[in-house]
């Protein structure tokens, strides 16, 4: 390639990251490794050779990355790259690059990508962070993914130990042993100098000879490899693995803000939700459950780092309540022995819709095959206070209300429900208005499916097209709004001189669910999660299509809003709560959620309309 066809090369990539960084005599050597290559769009696909991966860099036109299912992936246009997945990992190619526009794309060879990588850190580390992203692009919600796709800063020791440069080796060891630790970050005036582990110890001074007094500096690990802590735990797993290195630093404008260690990412990886749902399954004790159960807010931070839908979290974490709860129940047979009759424990509210967030109470009852003697009592009073102290100490707090299967109140047979229900239905006073929006909500956890059917169909066909049931369920929901005020300002919760914010639970998530419960039940619709009730009702013309799909996103969206301000008020140490402070937000932020809660106030005034007007 002659110098007039070299220089438009050139001037392309010293404007394009990573290429932007370096030097002229590197990216003048990168150029003239380049082949071209044009790619028609009648061709469809790009032609990828398994034997020889390489790094395409589009010069123009547009392509797509479907995965080996035919899912997209990506979208891409000029200045974008694809095949460098397979450079950085070394597996076989799998995804297809559909052509949409005709485009020039620029070739580079492995070697020369690798000598890049090896003589620029910053091109290694953008292509690191490339494949992160595709990797969360590529498969967002799936279990495996997650490690890959969360945050650092969720894994990391965040008051990590240090010591001064100045301090000799047997000061560093007693306090690593003092403090179980198997690291220290050595600090010169605040700025990190190097880290000390326990193989720096084992090397570089008892194998050597040294004693106690040698200067710490003398054996630490000098100018060690960090991160950031908004970088992804991909990062972290993939400069360990290529360094040889069970400790990282963390550094944030030049100060040391956490470590994170192999340990902790094995411990990140055992928080994926199918991992941790099986290793519940094998405890076989309540400690050992507790410890288990102490990994879930790892998980949920996660989750909402891996920028999964809410809709997709509560399902995730309420599918770990539930194998708790299971648990619970066969652990404590295991005591007790056989049930003197099938039972169904139910399960209520927030984890019988499957949207459970930070902070979930227990809402349970028990559905009894038939009538208890006092051995069965005796059986199932024990079981049940057994099972609700257990999932009091793996942190599903006791019911407020003791809404709970150890009260006997809520432990009946199938005909003492169906009464139950019955009654509330019949006599929607607000006492059983208030019940209806908790019991109404409900699934079966453990147990026989026909015993629970037999009560939830009996329930829907008492409230299916009950006018006046409804329109009590309707009045009630009624009597809370969305939190705008005049002018579409937010209106504010208060608490005496505290100004705690806007409520997104009750003011919002709640009512939603309401709307949703409400047009359920007069369909007499079997599903009580909220989102999949709103595209039963859009599929029924029960809610017109756009009416449902704005209902659906604002319920998605307000959801969001709130784990996301629960995620952030977890990594600052602050009380995990449901009020956000609008000033936080920026002004996008505002004006959508503004919109979210208009929708929910149409909704409200739909509502109203359909089921109170003759009323």
Known sequence: MDASELQPITDFLRQLPPFDTLSANTLDSCCRALTIGYYSKASTYVPL??????????????????????????RLGDGDFFGFPSLLSGEKISNKIQILEDGLVYHLDPDTFNRLRSESRE???????????RLRHQSR?????????????????????????????TQAACLMRDSRVSSLLIIDNHKLAGILTDRDLRNRVLALGHDGQLPVHQAMTSHPITLSSSALVFEAMLLMSQHNIHHLPIVDNELPVGVVSSTDILRGQSSQPLLLIGEIERQNSLESLIAVSKQIPLLLQNLISADARAEEIGRVLTSVTDALTRRLILLNQQILGQAPMPFCWLAFGSQGRQDQVACSDQDNGLLLAHDMDEQAKGYFDALTKAVCAGLDSCGYIYCPGDIMAQNPQWQMTLKQWQNKFRHWVDSPEPKALMHASIFFDMRCVYGPQSLFDSLQSQVLASTKDNDIFLAGMAGNSLQVSPPLGFFKKFVLERDGQEVKGIDLKHKGSVLINDIARVYALSAGIKEVNTAKRIRLLMEQNIINRKDALNLADAHEFIAHIRLSNQGYQFTHNQ?????????????????????????????????????????
């Open 575 to 615: 009380v995990l709560s449901n009020y956000l402070m609008p000033q936080n937000l920026s002004s996008l932020v505002r004006h959508q959620l503004r919109d979210a809660f208009k929708v929910v106030h149409d909704a409200q005034a739909g509502m109203k309309l359909k089921f109170t007007r003759s009323f």
């Open 141 to 169: 919600f799936k279990a495996k993914e997650l490690g890959s796709t969360s945050r650092v800063s969720s894994l990391m020791s965040k008051q990590p130990l240090t010591l001064d440069i100045n301090a000799n080796v």
């Open 49 to 74: 050779d398994e034997s020889h991966p390489q790094l395409y860099i589009v010069r123009s036109g547009a392509f797509e990355v479907h995965g080996d299912d035919g899912d997209l992936i990506d």
């Open 123 to 133: 091109f290694d580390r953008f292509f690191n962070r490339a494949f992160a992203k």
